[in-house]
């Protein structure tokens, strides 16, 4: 059901030396433990593994998503959370005595993520209400949006995934999801990787990713929403619906290694990873 929990994953506890928002300082004198979207742990483990060769200790995770990310936060358990989403009130709620702190450090679009064979065959766009009734598992064959003469799977995403609130805000305009359909051709997925090699794998199938994901994938595409297309000139300008920025969240402002970590990532170098990736550079956005 879409309502249920999303499964986090304990990250082990470390000794930690003194530091604002849970941070620890000095190399060797403690872990940066950093966790959450699937989108953003690219990025993050390229930063790692720079900051790593200059004697910092990074532990990286993406179990849990976004939500995972955000929740491990609010219980001590990263000093670095990982979202695709916005921290929302219900993250707050969960913890009332974190300051939730988000530094944006890029943007991408969710793709509405087909194999490239059903684009081929006439579906090229779908709208808003084609697309719910998509996921709802009301559209059960691509004849019926104008393509092929092949059964619909839906690959959804977990409740709490950033790449799933994006998208059940734009169907739903904040109000609440319905329940997953009860059928053979509808499962739920996690991360991007899973999403995408579930697409790869199965006729059909269509699923909501990282657009970031399918460049170098030649049997997929993403379809245009609303005849708009998931390009980073139209996620730049606002125009695609599905767009979303990308961040790094801490508990205060950053401080100590979790400083070092997000001054980083915002620098011209961590910049360059977050293009290498796909995604839009802060300076990409500036320029719209």
């Known amino acids: 059901m879409r309502s249920r929990a999303v499964a986090l994953m304990v990250v082990a506890a470390t000794s930690l030396l003194a530091g604002c928002g849970g941070s620890t300082h000095g190399a060797g004198g403690g872990v940066l433990r950093v966790s959450g979207s699937t989108t953003v742990n690219p990025v993050a483990a390229d930063a790692a593994e720079v900051l790593r060769n200059r004697g910092m200790n990074i532990t990286i995770d993406d179990q849990g998503g976004s939500a995972g990310g955000l929740a491990q936060l609010g219980q001590g358990q990263v000093e670095i959370a990982m979202s695709s989403k916005a921290v929302g009130d219900g993250d707050r709620a969960a913890a009332p005595t974190v300051t939730f702190t988000p530094t944006q450090i890029g943007a991408d679009g969710v793709g509405i993520v087909v194999q490239k064979q059903i684009v081929d065959a006439g579906v090229r766009s779908v709208t808003r209400t084609q697309l719910a009734a998509l996921f709802e598992g009301r559209v059960r064959n691509w004849k019926e949006l104008g393509g092929p003469d092949v059964e619909v799977f839906v690959y959804d995403k977990e409740p709490g995934r950033g790449t799933r609130e994006v998208l059940d805000k734009y169907l739903y305009a904040g109000g609440k999801a319905p329940p997953a359909p009860q059928s053979d051709r509808f499962a739920v997925v996690g991360g991007n990787e899973e999403g995408r090699t579930k697409v790869l794998s199965t006729a059909g199938a269509v699923t909501p990713l990282s657009t970031a994901f399918i460049i170098g994938q030649p049997k997929l595409a993403a379809l245009s929403v609303d005849g708009v297309a ?14 979303r920025p990308l961040f790094l969240v801490t508990n205060g402002p950053p401080a100590g290694m979790a400083k070092t970590f997000v001054d980083y990532v915002v620098s011209a170098d961590g910049q360059d990873l977050v293009r290498k990736h796909g995604y839009l550079t802060l300076a990409d956005l500036k320029a719209s």
């Open 230 to 243: 998931p390009t980073n000139d139209h996620i730049r300008d606002g125009t695609y619906a599905l767009a």
